[in-house]
Each structure stands twice: as structure tokens, then as C-alpha cells.
């Protein structure tokens, strides 16, 4: 999944809308960055103009 952005401000566009499956593993903000908040699993979807596309995201402890 690739998504450059744009110009959030013109209302003309299309926004796309960003989820998370598991909010409490991975946190995405409205530009599509994801945060990472625990281990575990998440599907990151983004849908925009009736389109979508989605990813999955495993998120492991820090490995030293």
C-alpha cells in the first residue's frame, strides 16, 4: 500500500479515511501513519472513492 497524500486542504479531493483492526496494537492517524502501541496484530485499511486497500501489520517486542 502506497499513499503520497495531498492537499488536505482542498475540498475537491476525495480524503482517503484510514482504520485500524486492533486500535489498541496499532493507532493510524488521518495521513495514514501507523503507531505502533503493543505487540500484537493489525490490518490497516484505507478506503477512498470506493476503492480500498489493506495491510497487515505484526508488531513484535524490541529485539536487543
Known sequence: ???TGGDFKDPNLIQPVWDS???DVVKVDTL????TLKPGY???TMSC?????QCK???????R
Not at 495514514?32 to 503507531?35: L, S
Not at 501489520?57 to 529485539?63: A, G, P, Q, R
Open 21 to 23: 483492526s486492533a486500535p
Open 57 to 63: 501489520v505484526t508488531v513484535v517486542d524490541d529485539i
Open 42 to 44: 493489525a490490518d490497516i
Open 32 to 35: 495514514g501513519k501507523i503507531y
Open 49 to 53: 472513492g470506493g476503492a480500498s486497500a
Open 1 to 3: 500500500m502506497d499513499y
